[in-house]
């Protein structure tokens, strides 16, 4: 299978993610690294996996380096395959006895794909015998974003994307960075002495930029006096730009749901490199019919609907390298309730806070969410003004629809009342007001409201509008243990501290009494209950 991976020939197309291999930089201050004595098995067999990734990323190495470095491999001959992969390793990692790390400069390319990550050669010198996983990390890179609700990501199950670990965010950022460890490469060095990691970097930016790089194994592993980082000038080749033409079912020009993926499940454009109209917090992007969307040279996967009334429809493609493409997107439905005289809408849209950002931008423009309430398919899309950003979002109320509006795609900006005064008895939608200032509250969120929800119904009701409970029971949280308590003081009839099926009878419950008996004893404990109740919320 080896000879196989070897005699592959370089693919016409890549992922973009690609090595500017046999290309040397002539920056002085790179090295050639070191042979470092190793058994040459683990090394075989870790360089062995790292040509697979290559040759899975689209990335592989050329058939001259191949054909040297097949016959070292079968040889297990450590040093041979050193002196073949050092040529084209970027980065040289040393870390020492004690953990700490220092980085260097190699002599592999500096060439970047912008709007694509290009896969790049670590050589990790592993003097500490660590198992940790290898981080690498740059000032150039990072969220453009700032100030994300740090609740809103636990509430959404976003933590993956760690928009919390940096509140801040800069638009200068034009980095993403990320190890490949996804098999058959590890999610954590080996701890051989030496071995080979792939490190992709994405850069939103053409031309010549500068970056600093930086590697650790953790906190506080890095080597005094900046050793652990270097800098690096990049020569960056620009992406294509790709013109859409999007159709809806019947042929006529509309705005669809996008999702760009490579084969390595990379989504394009990264999330932590978006602002509006694109949004970090979700993996698709909304284009209208005639927009454009940069994409790095290579196969991609797209995934195009337009809400739940439509199919999802996925097909690969292969981006040219070129400055400019052409894509055609056909949206087909499933469904159509228009037909029926039903038409879909979303009452509680929010233009700032919740999950948005505070910075660069105060929220998202009119222009942004219709393209999002648009390109959802949706007839009707309520976007309701709350406490964040509310002195910079209540411009954008009007009595009537907004003028971006079509016939069949309707916008209105309207209020929650979450945030302000009135906050306290449940958050409040009020929709299709003529006026957004209530009375003695001079255009502010916190002067002259009231402290509860009836004044403020009444208010929207005498304009014509229309009233509701926008998320009853969010932040009504139950005490498991409290719970599991009164359940208890209320059924326990024989007093003996636990429940059993016949007190059980008229108890409201999360779950059956048979799934909350853990220990199967025909009894239901405090301790029971209590994990139940906090399983269920």
């Known amino acids: 299978m080896r000879v196989n991976i070897y005699q592959r020939q370089l693919r016409s197309f890549s992922i973009g993610l690609f090595l500017g291999v046999g290309l040397l930089s002539s920056v002085l201050n790179s090295q050639v690294p070191e042979v470092i004595p190793v058994d040459g098995q683990p090394l075989a067999a870790n360089v062995a996996r790292l040509l697979q990734s290559l040759e899975f990323l689209g990335a592989p190495l050329s058939n001259e380096v191949l054909a040297k470095l097949g016959p070292a491999i079968d040889a297990e001959d450590a040093a041979q395959i050193q002196t073949i992969l050092d040529s084209q390793t970027l980065f040289i990692v ?9 980085a ?9 794909q912008q709007g694509g990550y290009t896969s790049f050669l670590v050589k990790v010198i592993n003097e500490a015998a660590t198992i940790q996983p290898l981080r690498i990390l740059s000032p150039q890179a990072g969220q453009v974003y700032g100030d994300p609700s740090s609740l809103s990501a636990i509430r959404m199950q976003r933590e993956p994307l760690k928009e919390s670990e940096d509140p801040t965010g800069d638009i200068e950022r034009f980095l993403d960075l990320d190890m490949y460890t996804l098999p058959p490469m590890t999610e954590t060095l080996s701890g051989l002495e030496v071995e080979y990691a792939i490190a992709l970097i994405y850069s939103r930016d053409a031309g010549k930029r500068e970056a600093t790089i930086a590697f650790d194994v953790g906190q506080g592993s890095q080597d005094i006096g900046f050793r652990a980082e270097t800098p690096i000038l990049f020569h960056v080749k620009p992406a294509t730009r790709v013109r859409l033409k999007i159709r809806d079912h019947d042929g006529s020009p509309t705005t669809a749901r996008l999702v760009f993926k490579d ?3 990379k989504v394009y454009p990264p999330q932590a490199k978006r602002l509006a109209p694109d949004f970090y917090f979700q993996e698709q992007i909304y284009r209208k019919d005639g927009d454009e969307v940069i994409l790095p040279q290579g196969r991609l996967i797209v995934e195009s609907s337009r809400g739940p009334e439509y199919r999802v429809q996925r097909k690969e493609i292969v981006v040219a390298d070129q400055p400019t493409a052409d894509l055609e997107i056909q949206l087909q439905r499933w469904v159509n309730p228009a037909e029926f005289g039903f038409f879909s809408g979303d009452h509680h849209i929010h ?3 919740c999950a948005h950002y505070t910075s660069p931008t105060q929220g998202a423009t009119p ?8 390109g959802e398919g949706l007839n009707v899309g309520c976007v309701l003004t709350w406490g964040p950003c509310f002195d910079y979002q209540r411009q954008f109320f009007a009595p009537i629809v907004d003028e971006l509006s079509e016939p069949l795609t309707l916008l209105k900006y309207d209020l929650e009342i979450s945030g302000f005064g009135s906050a306290a008895l449940g958050h409040v939608c009020l929709l299709n007001l003529q006026n957004q200032t209530y009375p003695g509250s001079d255009g502010t969120k916190d002067k002259g409201w009231p402290t509860w929800t009836t004044p403020v119904m009444r208010w929207t009701k005498e304009q014509g509008g229309v009233t509701g409970y926008a998320h009853s029971a969010s932040g009504l949280k139950i005490d498991p243990v409290s719970a599991a308590h009164r359940l208890m003081d209320q059924f326990d009839s024989n007093l003996d501290s636990v429940l059993d099926h016949r007190e059980s009878e008229k108890a409201l419950f999360p779950y059956t009494f048979y799934k909350m008996d853990q220990d199967r004893d025909s009894a239901l404990t405090e301790s029971e209950l209590a994990s139940a109740i906090d399983q269920s919320a």
Request: glycine share 16%; charged share 30%; aromatic share 6%.
């Open 94 to 102: 040393d870390i020492n006895p004690e953990a700490r790390v220092k």
């Open 351 to 353: 233009g700032a806070g």
């Open 263 to 265: 084969h390595a499940g």
């Open 104 to 112: 260097r400069r190699g002599t592999g390319s500096t060439f970047l």
């Open 367 to 374: 222009e942004d969410m219709f393209l999002q309430v648009k």
